[in-house]
């Protein structure tokens, strides 16, 4: 299944955005996995939603500022992030069954990732 993150743009430090992940085509029980590559840093795994049961993972240096959830009969996902940092400047992406919300694991070993979308924390 292929995703699309989009939503992405410019927010203050401390300001909100909300991220968005449409997919192509039904979702089923599949994880949703967000992911960021920070400007000079390598892609990293920042939250993962099951797709069964809603279980969450987070990162810690998210956790208590991004949300994540889904809607399934849309085949959605969306990463809401409050309180946003300028070290939270990155291209965000999602991904279907890549990432396990129970063990916080991420496959980072993907070939197609898309173009991702762009945010800017700065003042």
Excluded at 15 to 40: D, K, N, V, Y
Excluded at 76 to 87: I, S, V
């Amino acid at each position: 299944v292929q995703l699309q993150a989009s939503g992405g743009g410019l927010a203050q430090p401390g300001g909100s955005l909300t991220l968005s992940c449409a997919a192509s085509e039904h979702l089923g029980f599949q994880t949703i996995g967000w992911f960021r590559q920070a400007p000079g840093k390598e892609r990293e795994g920042i939250s993962c939603i099951s797709g069964s049961d809603g279980t969450r993972y987070y990162i810690e240096s998210v956790k208590g500022r991004f949300t994540v959830s889904r809607d399934n009969a849309l085949n959605t996902g969306y990463l809401q992030m409050n309180n946003l940092r300028p070290d939270d400047t990155a291209v965000y992406y999602c991904l279907a069954d890549h990432c396990n919300p129970r063990l916080g694991s991420f496959v980072l070993d993907f070939a197609s990732w898309g173009q991702g979308t762009l945010v800017t924390v700065s003042s």
